[in-house]
C-alpha cells in the first residue's frame, strides 16, 4: 500500500481549464525515455520527438 500523499493543487483553481501545466515523469531506475542530455544539451530519442510534437 502507497502512503498517503499531500495534495498540492490550489484550491481555487479550475483545473479544467485550458492552460500550462508542469508534468513530472518518474521512471524505473531512472531509465531515459525521451532522450538524454550531453554537456547540457538535450538529445531527444524518437520517444522524446514524438512528444515534443503533440504539445
Request: aromatic content about 12%.
Amino acid at each position: 500500500m502507497l502512503p498517503e500523499r499531500k495534495n498540492i493543487r490550489l484550491p481555487y483553481y479550475d483545473y479544467h481549464t485550458n492552460g500550462m501545466y508542469f508534468v513530472t515523469v518518474c521512471t524505473k531506475g531512472k531509465e531515459h525515455l525521451f532522450g538524454e542530455v550531453i554537456d547540457g544539451e538535450i538529445h531527444m530519442n524518437a520517444m522524446g520527438k514524438y512528444v515534443a510534437r503533440q504539445l
